[in-house]
């Protein structure tokens, strides 16, 4: 059973905006640092967005400025909402869950992923 769910992904023209969304199965997000990431063909998996446990927020100096991750810790809800979207931000998206926000590497839980592709 998939614990971590993303939805929202699709296809957008440059400019537009899309917000992802990532639900946790049977677990408490406020216990866990949370954090989206990305991995476009031929690319390296980046970390795009991290909240801690606490709330606070770090992005990835491409995003800042444009994309937004916050969370509701009743509902187990994650987001990210992107704005300005550019070509280069087309890649499949990753919501992850660790136990502490050093340790997504070691012992992250993943998603599978949705699809963002953004069309000049």
């Known amino acids: 059973q998939v614990q971590l769910k993303e939805s929202g992904g699709g296809s957008v023209q440059t400019g537009g905006s899309v917000r992802l969304s990532c639900e946790g199965i049977?677990?408490?997000?406020?216990?866990?640092?949370m954090g989206w990431f990305r991995q476009a063909p031929g690319k390296e998996r980046e970390e795009v967005a991290i909240?801690?446990?606490?709330?606070?927020?770090t992005y990835a100096g491409s995003v800042k400025g444009r994309f937004t991750i916050s969370k509701d810790n009743a509902k187990d809800t994650l987001d990210l909402q992107m704005n300005n979207l550019k070509p280069e931000d087309s890649a499949r998206y990753y919501c992850?869950?660790?136990?502490?926000?050093?340790?997504?590497?070691?012992?992250?839980?993943w998603g599978q992923g949705t699809q963002v592709t953004v069309s000049a």
């Open positions: 049977g677990y408490r997000y406020s216990t866990h640092c």
């Open positions: 992850a869950a660790a136990r502490y926000c050093h340790t997504f590497k070691s012992s992250g839980l």
């Open positions: 909240i801690t446990r606490e709330g606070l927020t």
